[in-house]
Nanobody
């Protein structure tokens, strides 16, 4: 499985960005895919996940109501729409995937894309 993330950038607080994660290599029906972020000097943090099978979504409390994860089956792509961005959202965002049951523990994800930097200025 190969994951290609894109869409990061610099935005002012209150602004929006959309991240994309294009997946290739196999079918993803049994996969969970989503996003983790890592701020400087910190461990990766769960942001949002989506079940490729039925579209169930999961969010960290810190982003609920502001971020929306979605998928496009035809394009094998997962999106993260980020609205009302805050300076504390600044981090490198990584897309990741795993098979099996839901998990918000980044250590249980075996497939990772390269990170994309999101910087939110105050």
């Amino acid at each position: 499985v190969q994951l290609q993330a894109s869409g990061g950038g610099l935005v002012q607080a209150g602004g929006s960005l959309r991240l994309s994660c294009a997946a290739s290599g196999r079918t993803f029906r049994s996969y969970f895919m989503g996003w983790f972020r890592q701020a400087s000097g910190k461990e990766p943090e769960f942001v949002a996940l989506i079940s490729w099978n039925d579209g169930t979504t999961y969010y960290a409390d810190s982003v609920k109501g502001r971020f929306t994860i979605s998928r496009d089956n035809a394009k094998n792509t997962v999106y993260l729409q980020m609205n009302s961005l805050k300076p504390e959202d600044t981090a490198v965002y990584h897309c990741a995937a795993r098979t099996g049951i839901y998990s918000s523990n980044y250590k249980q994800y075996g497939y990772w894309g390269q990170g994309t930097l999101v910087t939110v200025s105050s």
